[in-house]
């Protein structure tokens, strides 16, 4: 299965882009960070970065979306930035059929490194081990879109959330349910257990 892996930002958008391989390996297909200046709007920066991405959708083909849960933090402007830009590539995946999954930072940070409070210098060291890379991958966002890309491989792909070689059409998995939630199978149980207690 191919995973694009997505970093949002406004300023710096990372993207990664590995193949899975059996007994848990990957490789390395490519990555970039998109960056956009503050000085331009935000309408023509995310314009800037809707053409970029969907110049990666057709160059690399994916066959899922992982993208990193915006989370809240105390800066509301670069909150605000991530969450326009995730919207962004979420929206430009299902247009084209194709399955979006969201992963928290520390569900990425777990997967890769055993620990969810692991810093950045750590979660760039264990991709680049496990990609087998020569360097690592620079700068941080772009390490971390192949985090957010491995961690979906072992843990939103297992899970079911996406099918190698699914349907791409957007019409025809709406019309089959195929939409998904987004949500990791933990965080469904977790869901569906909160709707439980209410």
Not at 21 to 49: C, E, F, H
Not at 69 to 78: G, K, L, M, P, Y
Not at 177 to 183: H, V, Y
Request: charged share 25%; glycine share 8%.
């Amino acid at each position: 299965m191919r995973i694009l892996g997505v970093d949002p930002g406004l300023t710096r958008c990372g993207l990664g882009v590995i193949d899975t391989l059996p007994a848990r390996k990957a490789t390395m297909v490519s990555v970039d960070v998109l960056r956009t200046p503050s000085t331009d709007s935000v309408d023509l920066r995310l314009g800037a970065l809707a053409e970029a991405f969907d110049s990666w959708l057709d160059t690399y083909r994916p066959d899922v979306v992982a993208i990193e849960r915006v989370f809240a933090r105390n800066d509301v402007s670069t909150i605000m930035g991530t969450a326009q830009v995730s919207g962004l590539t979420m929206g430009l995946a299902a247009r084209r059929g194709l399955p979006v999954a969201m992963h928290t930072p520390s569900e990425v940070k777990a997967a890769i490194t055993g620990s969810g409070r692991a810093d950045k210098k750590q979660v760039t060291n264990m991709v680049t081990r496990i990609l087998e890379l020569e360097a690592a991958p620079k700068p941080a966002d772009a390490a971390d879109a192949l985090a957010i890309a491995i961690c979906h491989s072992w843990r939103g792909a297992l899970s079911g959330q996406s099918t190698p070689g699914a349907n791409k059409d957007l019409n025809e998995r709406k019309s089959a349910g195929r939409q998904g939630t987004g949500l990791t199978k933990a965080q469904e149980q977790w869901a569906k257990a909160l709707r439980k207690a209410k």
